[in-house]
Each structure stands twice: as structure tokens, then as C-alpha cells.
């Protein structure tokens, strides 16, 4: 019946077919396609856990049958479908406000989306005050029997949670949070955690807790151990620093050159003194010359080496020469 209105009739001819040819034409049939179903309407949302519970009224019949419903969510991508049922549970972010249209189905095609509900906010996760009961088990890539050490980071994986809903995520003994994660479309997730630096040694838990695709709280758990952070490795000695060299090092060899010198010359001179003939035996005292008539007398001494004799008065002087 592609390309046909609904809700209007049509005459329809029919004619065999077989292998030697068509047949006769039989005589003329009168159709009418049924119109599509008409908008659901009383939409009610209801917030639960990470979830959204959607309720509605189904459309007066009489037009084709209805094969099922969709629930959009606003904002997206959140979805749920029904068959056979006017109810069915979207996966909910926990910080997030919204509002659900119905659409529903049928061989003739798609009602119209129905008039949105009241705007409704999931609630958040509660976290249990100890570790949650449960056989589910929160998968790792890592050794499950593997010590972890404290601000060590860890891979969690886990499913069966409500599409585009909010998980928690806690380590015990004491609760503590270590945030949320949103699965995907499937229910899904994959996270990276970081152990808390300040967690004590020994047995604690993981545990992921949220809602599956009914609505139902969903719990999941990992049990490890925390063992001793690694000792630091000791600093490596640092080598001590060499000699300064330059402008310094010439300035104090060039001073030492200085006074090597200054030494040397020193005792050159001192050397010298020590090594000079002395001078001759009277080299500096005057000769006397006797004058005709007269010889030399005894006189007085008056100076040292280089001072004259004083003559004798009353007598004749010789003169110097």
C-alpha cells in the first residue's frame, strides 16, 4: 500500500499471473488504507534512582493497530520503547532536568509525538553506608590479586546499568566518594579511578551503585588490597663542584709571579754587597809634597780616612797634592 493516503479509498483491479501469461482481469476491489494512530497523551514522568519511570494514556482506536511506543527524552539521546504495555524506564542523569514525549507506532506509520511532561530531575545514587551485598563483579584489566599502592590510579568496567544513567562510585571501608560515571548507550562504562593517597593499608572494597534499565538500585563490587606505598629512591650525590678557573686564577698566578720576583731581585742585591772588593787603604787621603828646605813633621790627626793632617805652627807645610 506504499504511496497510498490513508483515509481515502481506492479501487484496486486484480489480475493472474501465470507461466504462459497474464490471466484474465478480475473485476474491481474497493480499499481504504487505516490512518496512522493519534498522539498518546497524559504523559506522566516520574524520577527514581538514575532513572526516569514514563506513563501514558494510549490513543483512541480506529485507525491502524499500534505495534508500540517510543519515550524521548529532552535533552537526548535517552530512549525507552514498550510493546503490549503504556510504560516503560529511561536511563537518567542525576544533575540533569527533563521532559518526555511519546511516540507510537503502527504499519501505517508514526503517530504524532505527544504533548511533553513535567520537567523531573533523577534522583543521585545513595551510597551505602557499607559495602553493598551482591555476586556482581566490577571488572578490571588489572590483577584482581595485585596489591594496589595509595594514589596508584585503577580501571573499572562495569554493565547492566540503565542506558545514559548516573553510577556512584565508592571505595570502603569507610565510604568514600570517588565520583560518578554515566554508562553508555548499552549500560555500560569504563573509568579510571585514582586511589585515595590517604587510604590505610589493608582490605577495602569498590563498589559501583546505581539503576538497571527497570528502574531497580544495581550494585557492584571489587575487593583489594592496599599495600605500602613504594620507598623513594635515594637522591643521587651531587658531584662537588670544581675548582673556579679564569680571570681569578690568572690574577693570583700573576701576583705570585710578582713576588717571586721581587724575592729574587732582593737577594740578587744583597748578593751583590756582600760580593764588592773594598775600597784601597787610603784611597781617599791627600799626599804631601815637601817643599825645598823644609820635611815632613808629625802632625795632628783631626778626621778619618780622606781628611788632611793639620801642620804644626811655627813650621813649614807641605802642600797637598
Same mark, same amino acid.
Given at each position: 500500500?506504499?504511496?497510498?493516503?490513508?483515509?481515502?479509498?481506492?479501487?484496486?483491479?486484480?489480475?493472474?499471473?501465470?507461466?504462459?501469461?497474464?490471466?484474465?482481469?478480475?473485476?474491481?476491489?474497493? /480499499? +481504504?488504507?487505516?490512518?496512522?494512530?493519534?498522539?498518546? &497523551?497524559?504523559?506522566?514522568? $516520574? @524520577?527514581?534512582? !538514575? #532513572? =526516569? *519511570?514514563?506513563?501514558?494514556?494510549?490513543?483512541?482506536?480506529?485507525?491502524?493497530?499500534?505495534?508500540?511506543?517510543?519515550?524521548?527524552?529532552?535533552?537526548?539521546?535517552?530512549?525507552?520503547?514498550?510493546?503490549?504495555?503504556?510504560?516503560?524506564?529511561?536511563?537518567?542523569?542525576?544533575?540533569?532536568?527533563?521532559?518526555?514525549?511519546?511516540?507510537?507506532?503502527?504499519?501505517?506509520?508514526?503517530?504524532?509525538?505527544?504533548?511533553?511532561?513535567?520537567?523531573?530531575?533523577?534522583?543521585?545514587?545513595?551510597?551505602?553506608?557499607?559495602?553493598? /551485598? +551482591?555476586?556482581?563483579?566490577?571488572?578490571?584489566?588489572? &590483577?584482581?590479586?595485585?596489591? $594496589? @599502592?595509595?594514589? !596508584? #590510579? =585503577? *580501571?573499572?568496567?562495569?554493565?547492566?546499568?540503565?542506558?545514559?544513567?548516573?553510577?556512584?562510585?565508592?571505595?570502603?571501608?569507610?565510604?568514600?566518594?570517588?565520583?560518578?560515571?554515566?554508562?553508555?548507550?548499552?549500560?555500560?562504562?569504563?573509568?579510571?579511578?585514582?586511589?585515595?593517597?590517604?587510604?590505610?593499608?589493608?582490605?577495602?572494597?569498590?563498589?559501583?551503585?546505581?539503576?538497571?534499565?527497570?528502574?531497580?538500585?544495581?550494585?557492584?563490587?571489587?575487593?583489594?588490597?592496599?599495600?605500602?606505598?613504594?620507598?623513594?629512591?635515594?637522591? +643521587?650525590?651531587?658531584?662537588?663542584?670544581?675548582?673556579?678557573?679564569?680571570?681569578?686564577?690568572?690574577?693570583?698566578?700573576?701576583?705570585?709571579?710578582?713576588?717571586?720576583?721581587?724575592?729574587?731581585?732582593?737577594?740578587?742585591?744583597?748578593?751583590?754587597?756582600?760580593?764588592?772588593?773594598?775600597?784601597?787603604?787610603?784611597?781617599?787621603?791627600?799626599?804631601?809634597?815637601?817643599?825645598?828646605?823644609?820635611?815632613?813633621?808629625?802632625?795632628?790627626?783631626?778626621?778619618?780616612?780622606?781628611?788632611?793632617?793639620?801642620?804644626?805652627?811655627?813650621?813649614?807645610?807641605?802642600?797637598?797634592?
Amino acid at each position: 500500500m506504499a504511496g497510498l493516503v490513508n483515509d481515502r479509498s481506492y479501487q484496486l483491479k486484480v489480475r493472474a499471473v501465470t507461466a504462459v501469461g497474464p490471466g484474465a482481469e478480475a473485476g474491481p476491489v474497493l /480499499v +481504504t488504507p487505516l490512518a496512522a494512530p493519534a498522539a498518546p &497523551s497524559g504523559v506522566t514522568a $516520574t @524520577a527514581k534512582t !538514575a #532513572t =526516569i *519511570t514514563v506513563t501514558w494514556v494510549a490513543p483512541p482506536t480506529g485507525g491502524a493497530q499500534i505495534t508500540g511506543y517510543t519515550a524521548v527524552a529532552s535533552p537526548g539521546p535517552a530512549t525507552c520503547d514498550a510493546v503490549g504495555a503504556t510504560t516503560c524506564v529511561l536511563g537518567a542523569q542525576s544533575n540533569q532536568a527533563y521532559t518526555i514525549t511519546v511516540v507510537a507506532h503502527s504499519a501505517s506509520g508514526d503517530s504524532a509525538a505527544s504533548a511533553p511532561s513535567s520537567s523531573v530531575t533523577a534522583a543521585a545514587p545513595e551510597i551505602p553506608a557499607t559495602p553493598p /551485598v +551482591t555476586d556482581e563483579k566490577l571488572d578490571t584489566p588489572q &590483577s584482581d590479586d595485585k596489591p $594496589t @599502592a595509595p594514589g !596508584a #590510579t =585503577i *580501571t573499572l568496567k562495569g554493565s547492566g546499568y540503565a542506558p545514559n544513567s548516573t553510577v556512584e562510585l565508592i571505595v570502603y571501608s569507610s565510604p568514600v566518594s570517588l565520583g560518578t560515571v554515566v554508562t553508555d548507550d548499552k549500560g555500560e562504562f569504563s573509568v579510571d579511578v585514582v586511589v585515595p593517597p590517604s587510604l590505610p593499608v589493608g582490605d577495602h572494597t569498590r563498589a559501583a551503585v546505581g539503576a538497571d534499565k527497570d528502574g531497580n538500585v544495581r550494585a557492584m563490587r571489587l575487593d583489594v588490597t592496599v599495600a605500602p606505598a613504594a620507598p623513594a629512591t635515594p637522591a +643521587t650525590p651531587a658531584t662537588p663542584p670544581l675548582a673556579v678557573t679564569g680571570a681569578a686564577t690568572a690574577v693570583t698566578a700573576e701576583a705570585g709571579l710578582l713576588m717571586l720576583l721581587l724575592g729574587a731581585g732582593l737577594v740578587r742585591a744583597s748578593r751583590t754587597r756582600r760580593l764588592a772588593p773594598p775600597p784601597p787603604p787610603h784611597a781617599h787621603r791627600p799626599r804631601l809634597t815637601a817643599v825645598r828646605g823644609c820635611g815632613p813633621r808629625p802632625g795632628i790627626r783631626t778626621g778619618g780616612p780622606g781628611v788632611g793632617v793639620r801642620p804644626t805652627p811655627g813650621r813649614c807645610t807641605g802642600s797637598a797634592a
